[in-house]
């Protein structure tokens, strides 16, 4: 009897708490000034879980990582899918600075957009092997042109910081297009290189390296097929924020009362003003009928 009635009371615990409601934080649209929109999140549980480890939130500030270093977040154009990070240690037309170079990861959901660019400054002509051949083929798609193999180094050479780097014993070289072949990654060590700057929208026609957009911009899709997650635009449409949770990262809609629900936040409405309550008057007397039933 004691069996019985202890299953009936797990059962009725069970049933009150629908599986697709779940209580939980709430997931924030915003990310200091940056506006958030799937995939990307304010923290673990929010939007996507493949971006989620890419890029975070911190003190109100979204950050890009890589093994090769965490970088600002400048602006991410979601109409376009594309991300603009920029690095600290990069060179620009108004210094320039030493660096390790910049790489991708393997796995990340991030590739170059089309309108990166990248330049290698203070190359040595006596070592580097980029130098001696004028030229570099990583085996990818993606080569080194140097000095007078792109305008874009001649621009460069305007800049008052790059003219004067030991020149003429060094050089410029500039990857086009950017892809870092199959490792994802810049080494500038490996090509004797201490010193990079990147830009994106590079218009043939500004001629005023100062200007320039100096950055990195990155591609991201939200799958193979780059299909906007139906569940996710219906969460969307009921004023819910996309997440994931469990050991499968399952989706769930992150509702503005608190409530977590595996369709969307219009369910977790009616569920919270009335639904609730009417399940469990109704559940509760069928319970404890099947208690003094079984008793």
Request: some cysteine.
């Amino acid at each position: 009897m004691e069996l019985s009635y202890l299953s009936l009371l797990l059962l009725s615990i069970f049933l009150f708490l629908h599986p697709s409601l779940i209580s939980s934080q709430i997931c924030q649209r915003n990310c200091g000034k940056d506006t958030l929109k799937y995939p990307f999140g304010s923290g673990p549980g929010c939007g996507d879980p493949r971006f989620q480890p890419h890029v975070t939130c911190s003190q109100q500030k979204l950050t890009f990582t890589t093994h090769t270093g965490s970088y600002p977040v400048t602006s991410i154009d979601y109409t376009n899918q594309v991300i603009y990070i920029s690095d600290p240690t990069m060179s620009t037309c108004s210094c320039t600075v030493p660096s390790k170079g910049f790489g991708l990861n393997w796995d990340a959901p991030f590739s170059f957009d089309d309108s990166t660019i990248f330049a290698l400054v203070d190359c040595a002509m006596n070592s580097s092997s980029i130098c001696k051949s004028n030229g570099y083929d990583d085996g990818s798609n993606s080569k080194l042109l140097c000095d007078q193999g792109s305008p874009i180094c001649s621009l460069l050479y305007t800049c008052q910081p790059i003219s004067t780097i030991n020149l003429p014993i060094s050089t410029c070289c500039v990857y086009t297009p950017v892809n870092l072949g199959p490792s994802f990654e810049m080494d500038l060590q490996k090509l004797q290189c201490p010193s990079y700057t990147g830009f994106y929208n590079f218009n043939d026609q500004q001629s005023d390296p100062e200007k320039w957009n100096y950055g990195i911009a990155l591609k991201y899709k939200f799958s193979v097929t780059n299909d906007y997650p139906s569940s996710c635009a219906a969460c969307e449409r009921s004023y819910g924020v996309c997440g994931y949770s469990g050991a499968y990262s399952s989706f769930i809609c992150n509702c503005p009362n608190g409530i977590n629900t595996t369709t969307d936040c219009f369910f977790a409405s009616s569920y919270n003003s009335g639904f609730r309550n009417g399940v469990a008057w109704l559940i509760y007397p069928l319970a404890w009928s099947f208690v003094w039933f079984y008793l």
